[in-house]
């Protein structure tokens, strides 16, 4: 099992319509989690942050943790075909290994 | 500041050959990752410096795989004897001393073993 799993998409959604990205993760040592995106031929940029359970929004974007449930999510709202990328979420541990674990990444294309 | 430098860009190299990719962080950022991804994948955890020291190293890499980072500044990364499964693009990332999880990448070093 990987320590953070995604679906691999393509999730296809049309313009100004809602995006939903999942993720669960198997480490319950993970206690910050993060959403990169990464356009095709690029590298992985971040786009939100949550280390608590319930909700954080920025922008057209929102995240949502559920530690008891190893889940998270992301939100994109009033989708743009500007948004079609890859969508990578990543935990860390508040112990041990500082660095990022990475899921597979969910691919998104947004129809004009 | 222009950001997490790589160098090269791409190598093709025949197998059993030694390669070395550069990377140069964001000038005041302390941790510097590496890190492995394949097409379809996400990047892959190699290793992690916070100055010169090497403080995680993924259990995946293989002793054919090492990495340096001298005087915390620039780091490097070595593949000795190439295989074909080497071939993937390796990220360099670098992140401020502060651990918030932000990391900057790199435009990646594109490796192909023929």
């Known amino acids: 099992q990987k320590e953070v799993e995604q679906n691999s998409g393509p999730l296809s959604v049309p313009e100004g319509a809602i995006a939903s990205l999942n993720c669960t993760y198997s480490?319950?040592?993970?206690?910050?989690f993060f959403w990169y995106r990464q356009y095709s031929g690029k590298s992985p940029e971040l786009i939100m942050s949550?280390?608590?359970?319930g909700d954080k929004e920025d922008g057209r974007f929102t995240a949502q943790l559920n530690k008891a449930s190893q889940y998270v999510s992301l939100l994109i709202r009033d989708s743009q075909p500007s948004d079609s990328a890859t969508y990578l979420c990543a935990g860390k541990r508040g112990t041990g290994r500082r660095a990022l674990t990475f899921g597979s990444g969910t691919r998104l294309q947004v129809q004009p | 500041d222009t950001g997490v430098s790589q160098d090269p860009r791409h190598k093709i190299t025949k197998r059993g050959q030694n390669v070395t990719f550069r990377c140069d962080p964001i000038?005041?950022?302390?941790?510097l990752y590496w890190y492995r991804q394949t097409l379809g994948q996400g990047p892959e955890f190699l290793t992690y410096f916070q100055n010169e020291a090497q403080l995680e190293k993924s259990r995946l890499l293989s002793d054919r795989f090492s990495a340096e980072r001298p005087k915390g500044s620039f780091s490097t990364l070595e593949i000795q004897r190439t295989e074909q499964g080497d071939s993937a693009m390796y990220l360099c990332?670098?992140?401020?001393?502060?651990?918030?999880?932000?990391?900057?990448f790199g435009e990646g070093s594109r490796l192909t073993v023929l």
């Open positions: 949550i280390y608590s359970n």
């Open positions: 990332a670098s992140s401020q001393a502060y651990d918030t999880g932000e990391l900057f």
């Open positions: 480490d319950r040592g993970s206690q910050s």
């Open positions: 000038s005041e950022h302390n941790r």
